[in-house]
């Protein structure tokens, strides 16, 4: 039955005037769900083509009408046709590569913004980046992008796993213990790949980043606890001798420490519980809902955690995603298993209210100084899975075990890498090999362009780049050019002052490093050589006179000069006519 509520009574008599012709044939909302096929993309374009036919003939018809009469408004359908046709242009494995101060990190906000909303590279770029820079923060607090520096000592154990040392500290010692720990691309990878499990509409709660606990409920098989939790959602341990608060004087003489301090500190709200009915299967799978409570009402299994039980009266042997391990007698510990494993237990077991849907969202890794990283060190094994075609949902898709935690690990779809590569630091040529394969390299290139308008006094700062540039091209290679980011500062002060800090701290101490103090070569480029007043050149260039510092002694020099920066050109403008 039709709703007339806030209509009035020119758009009731519209619809019940034309109840058969508004009557839909087609759910446009759920068709663009399932868009999968062609045939389904031509039938929805020819279902838009009626619905903005038949709204067109009836311009008095108000949009909450149209909306009562069971169709979608124009306006609906064409925003969610277009953000589904629209794919971003951006390749899952992209290095940005130039000389330094060529916008590569900056051009990275631009990449994520237009792979994480899915937007064409172009489109992106036309928008004021202030607004863009604001999205990126933003996508970057919400964990849809992380971001890393590579270098000499990175290696496997901080990128994709290692044994890590953990502190438990009392005041009395100190205990070392080691735990298999994440490194940062696989925790990201973790994050994209896992869907999003909803009850009634609803998210089940599933933290960013969940430990995967084993929770024993009285012991193994059916009894009393078990039941209780169960019906009324959570989870009971005992050791209620200890009482309900736990401190540092608390003498644990029955033992129970180690499952008491997981339990209460450890155990965080969204991680994941299966509850252990045998040492190789479990019955319930469950999420924490709540922190730690004591409850004096029971007789025994006092401490107690709220959960929601997404699952619960299976038999499920858990043997082969353990790594062939079967469950201690311990009350709570964690369980080295892949997230991707229980998602697939709850997947199959939840019952129907439990919808899982798998993220669409998009994913970016930022990979600052890619080249500067011992890549085989670094990825391991799992460079072929970094592949386009390797990911997981794709058709080769592939996955790996990993050395540590025996878990089966794989790249998601959705999971972009963008990285960022000084070519004055290492060429492209001399990069390694497997990352060349597996990335599609965009060159990026000092852009003078980009300063048009700025000028100091009559001094124009892009053609002085371009002139600088034109000579580092032929004395070196357009690899060790300077970027025009260096020259950006004086968008907002072009000042001679600003100007001279620039060359001074930025411009000299780069090209000493290009051409390894050949002073004669920055002469060059500098323009030096072409001035005639010592006063305005950047380098001065002096004769050494061997017989005031030597005397008449015949030490076999031969005829030298020396070079010095002379500061003093930095202030003056007709130093920078180079």
Same mark, same amino acid.
């Given at each position: 039955?039709?709703? %007339? ?5 020119? !758009? ?66 064409? #925003? ?8 971003? +242009? ?12 060529? $916008? ?13 909303? !899915?937007?064409?590279?172009? +489109? ?6 202030? $607004? ?11 964990? %849809?992008?992380?971001?890393?520096? %590579? ?37 990201? @990878? ?14 089940? $709660? ?22 209780? @939790? ?9 050791? +209620?001798?200890? *009482? ?13 420490? !180690? ?16 509850? @252990? ?8 799978? $469950?999420?924490?809902? *709540?922190?730690?409570?004591?409850? +004096? #009402? ?25 790594? *062939? ?46 080249? &500067? ?25 592939? &996955?790996?075990?990993?050395? /540590? ?109 290009? %051409? ?6 920055? &002469? ?23 017989? #005031?510092?030597?005397?008449?002694? #015949? ?7 020396? /070079?010095?920066? !002379? ?12």
């Amino acid at each position: 039955p039709m709703s %007339f509520i806030n209509l009035d009574a020119k !758009n009731r008599e519209l619809l019940e005037n034309n109840r058969d012709r508004f009557k839909p044939d087609i759910d446009i909302a759920k068709l663009l769900k399932k868009m999968v096929s062609a045939d389904n993309y031509l039938m929805l374009i020819k279902k838009v083509k009626t619905v903005m036919s038949e709204y067109k003939s009836f311009p008095e018809l108000s949009l909450a009408a149209w909306n009562m009469s069971g169709h979608v408004t124009p306006d609906v359908v064409e #925003e969610e046709v277009s953000e589904i046709t629209q794919k971003t +242009d951006v390749a899952k494995n992209t290095i940005l590569y130039g000389p330094p101060g060529t $916008g590569k990190t900056y051009n990275t906000v631009i990449y994520a913004v237009a792979i994480i909303e !899915n937007k064409l590279l172009d +489109d992106v770029k036309k928008e004021s980046y202030s $607004g863009v820079l604001e999205r990126y923060n933003q996508y970057k607090a919400d964990g %849809f992008i992380e971001f890393t520096t %590579f270098h000499q000592s990175y290696g496997y154990e901080e990128f994709i796993e290692g044994i890590k040392p953990v502190m438990d500290n009392t005041d009395d010692q100190t205990d070392i213990q080691y735990q298999i720990s994440s490194g940062l691309f696989k925790s990201f @990878c973790d994050k994209a790949g896992h869907p999003v499990l909803r009850q009634e509409k609803s998210d089940i $709660g599933i933290n960013m980043s969940p430990t995967i606990w084993k929770v024993s409920l009285e012991g193994t098989g059916d009894n009393p606890t078990r039941k209780e @939790c169960m019906e009324n959602g959570h989870i009971r341990i005992g050791y +209620d001798s200890y *009482g309900k608060d736990i401190t540092s004087e608390t003498s644990f003489v029955n033992g129970g420490k !180690n499952v008491i301090n997981a339990f209460i500190s450890k155990m965080k709200i969204g991680d994941i519980v299966l509850s @252990c009915y045998s040492s190789t299967t479990i019955d319930a799978v $469950g999420i924490v809902t *709540g922190d730690y409570e004591w409850h +004096d #009402e029971y007789e025994h299994y006092k401490r107690l955690r709220k959960v929601n039980w997404v699952v619960k009266g299976i038999r499920e042997d858990i043997t082969g995603i353990n790594d *062939g391990s079967t469950l201690t007698l311990s009350s709570v510990y964690k369980l080295n298993i892949a997230l991707a494993d229980v998602m697939d237990i709850i997947a199959r077991k939840a019952p129907e209210s439990t919808n899982v849907e798998d993220k669409k969202k998009n994913y970016v890794f930022v990979i600052d100084e890619i080249n &500067r990283g011992n890549i085989s060190k670094i990825f391991g094994e799992l460079i072929t899975l970094i592949e386009s075609s390797k990911r997981i949902g794709q058709a080769e898709e592939m &996955r790996a075990r990993l050395p /540590y935690s025996r878990q089966m690990f794989g790249v998601p779809d959705n999971v972009y890498i963008i990285g960022t590569m000084n070519t004055a630091d290492r060429s492209i040529a001399t990069i390694d090999t497997a990352l060349r394969r597996r990335f599609r390299f965009k060159e990026m290139l000092p852009d003078a362009s980009v300063l048009n308008g700025i000028s100091v006094e009559d001094i124009s700062i892009s053609e002085m780049l371009t002139r600088m540039n034109k000579r580092i091209s032929v004395l070196y290679d357009r690899e060790h050019t300077i970027g025009h980011a260096y020259f950006i500062p004086l968008r907002e002060k072009p000042a001679i002052e600003k100007l001279a800090e620039i060359f001074e701290n930025a411009i000299i101490p780069l090209l000493q490093e290009y %051409f390894y103090d050949d002073y004669e070569k920055i &002469r060059l480029v500098l323009g030096d050589n072409k001035k005639e007043n010592e006063d305005e050149q950047f380098i001065i260039k002096s004769p050494i006179d061997y017989s #005031e510092l030597f005397g008449d002694a #015949e030490a076999g020099f031969d005829d030298s000069v020396t /070079y010095e920066v !002379n500061h003093g050109a930095f202030g003056k403008i007709e130093a920078y006519r180079l």
